[in-house]
């Protein structure tokens, strides 16, 4: 069963109850599970609405729904709702959803990417970017290509040589080069153009 503390219990409770709707419970499912994207989906679900094989928890005057497909993923998650000057923050803590790391057997190519999309691409996103890893050469060079708002981006360098080169370098000390394979004055929808 989830965790659900009280304050985030009393939360759910008069988040129902602004509803309109009756016999109204929340949802919980786990989207991309076991990969660095992973991340939580709490929904209102209408009684009868939810998958016919999900898991249902009950608390004090509300259900919540576990999709049967993300409950493995779901083991020791805590939500809770803290309130403080007026405001309040739900978290989801699922310690699990990510699954774990590629250990050391694992290829450099597959560890590379699991720091960045666990890591790097979750800072790149704030500014509509994202990075991917185009190849490693024998000189076990990292070349990457940037994306979305990266690509053209003024600062990529910077974000480049500051960032994610002292990032990887940190994790991979094999590598001997970051590379940027990216076009960055052309594109659908470069940031810059020269």
């Not at 076990?140 to 990266?150: D, Q």
């Not at 991979?172 to 810059?192: R, S």
Request: aromatic share 6%; with cysteine; hydrophobic share 35%.
């Amino acid at each position: 069963m989830i965790e659900i503390k009280s304050g985030a219990q009393t939360y759910f409770r008069k988040l129902l109850d602004q509803q309109e709707a009756d016999d109204l419970a929340l949802r919980i499912s786990v989207l991309e599970p076991g990969s660095p994207r992973a991340a939580c989906d709490l929904q209102f679900c209408p009684e009868g609405e939810n998958a016919s094989d999900d898991r249902r928890d009950e608390f004090d005057h509300f259900s919540l729904f576990v999709a049967a497909d993300s409950a493995k993923w779901l083991v020791d998650a805590v939500i809770d709702f803290e309130e403080e000057n007026g405001t309040g923050q739900l978290t989801i803590k699922a310690p699990n959803i990510k699954g774990n790391a590629p250990g050391e057997e694992a290829g450099l190519d597959e560890r590379i990417r699991w720091v960045l999309e666990s890591e790097i691409n979750p800072r790149l996103a704030s500014h509509g970017g994202m990075v991917a890893l185009e190849t490693i050469t024998e000189q076990t060079e990292v070349v990457l290509r940037f994306g979305g708002g990266c690509q053209g981006c003024g600062m990529a360098d910077v974000t480049l040589k500051q960032g994610i080169e002292t990032t990887l370098m940190e994790h991979f000390p094999e590598i001997t080069a970051i590379k940027d394979a990216t076009d960055h004055a052309t594109g659908e929808n470069p940031y810059y153009a020269s």
